[in-house]
């Protein structure tokens, strides 16, 4: 069994009146923790070679990670990539290796999952606590324990464990054309996705999509997975009506809800005309092309955390959530 591990600490920074809630301290922290993971995806062997047939797996925020990465991975022709919820994986498909995220390293599908195929093909996991059971249940295991979290709600090991996937593919940025083999916009090194997550930790968030009753995330490709966690991000921290869809399907109903004082959030490039339709139906557009979609995503998060404050919720206890489901035998 291979590893990667490492401690890092992080400040709690807070108002003297009104201390940071942990999401938020663990939000402020991901820029230092994506860029250490873009060191130890270097030094690690157990990553999908190129050419391999690769299915991703994990539940909730870590199965958007996985839809990401596998997005990612296939739009730079690496080789085919899915990816599954852990208890929907088709267990009569062949794969070269099966890669899965879990932050505790107790989640009862992923688990079951990987003793499932233990012995018939080679997996991989990413896990940030090294006392559980996943470091025995995968052939190969990478520790990202710097990224772990107090917090109910997944924020920094999920886009770590995202960050240490991408830097495992070279380089996404497209070469000269600056579009990936699949059509995809080239993406920026992991060390500048932090830079530009720094800056959105420090910009305002605008007052219009602070103060909105409804939300709705879109993404195209890799972003779609992105939308679908910031989505997730604002229902489990500010229990807020949220939605999220590839972004060319918005137009196919869901625009629908769209209405003065809500909110359309396209994560990565926005699609031709898109703009003006939002316009049409009174909703506020959100959109920063050239700005890393993964550092997009942490200014969903801030969103999450303030639209719960805002609501008198505890961002750090979300209603009906634990850190890991573990089912009942």
């Known amino acids: 069994m291979s590893r990667t591990s490492g401690h890092t600490s992080d400040a709690r920074t807070s108002d003297a009146r009104t201390p940071a809630s942990r999401t938020s301290v663990e939000i402020a922290s991901q820029p230092a923790a994506w860029r250490r993971a873009a060191e130890a995806a270097a030094g690690f062997d157990g990553l999908p070679a ?26 730079a022709g690496l080789g085919e990539t899915d990816a599954f919820a852990a208890s929907e994986f088709p267990a009569g498909r062949r794969y070269d290796r099966v890669v899965a995220v879990t932050r505790s390293g107790t989640t009862t599908e992923v688990l079951d999952l990987l003793g499932a195929l233990r012995g018939r093909l080679p997996t991989t ?48 940025s ?11 916009p080239g993406l920026k090194s992991v060390a500048d996705a932090a830079v530009d997550a720094e800056l959105a930790l420090t ?41 999220a869809y590839p972004a060319m399907e918005y137009r196919h109903g869901p625009i629908a809800v769209t209405a003065p004082g809500r909110v359309t959030w396209v994560l990565g490039p926005l699609p031709e005309g898109l703009a003006g339709d939002v316009a049409r139906v009174g909703g506020t557009l959100v959109s920063r092309p050239g700005t890393e979609p993964l550092a997009d995503l942490v200014r969903a998060q801030r969103l999450a955390v303030t639209v719960a404050e805002s609501r008198g919720l505890d961002p750090d206890r979300p209603r009906g959530l634990t850190r890991s489901v573990i089912l009942s035998p």
């Open 50 to 75: 190129p050419g391999e047939r690769v299915a991703v797996t994990g539940c909730g925020t870590s199965w958007f990670m996985a839809l990401a990465y596998a997005a990612l991975r296939e739009a």
């Open 125 to 172: 996991a990413l896990t940030a606590d090294p006392k559980t059971p996943v470091m025995t249940a995968a052939d190969t295991v990478a520790v990202l324990d710097w990224a772990d979290e107090e917090s109910v709600v997944q924020t920094r090991f999920a886009t770590t464990a995202l960050a240490f996937l991408r830097a495992g593919l070279g380089d996404l």
């Open 174 to 184: 497209g070469g000269p054309s600056g579009r990936l083999p699949g059509g995809q």
């Open 203 to 243: 910009e305002p968030l605008p007052e219009a999509v602070l103060g909105a009753d409804q939300w709705t995330f879109l993404g195209r490709g890799w972003t779609y997975g992105l939308a679908l966690e910031a989505a997730l991000k604002m229902r489990e921290a500010a229990g807020a009506w949220t939605e």
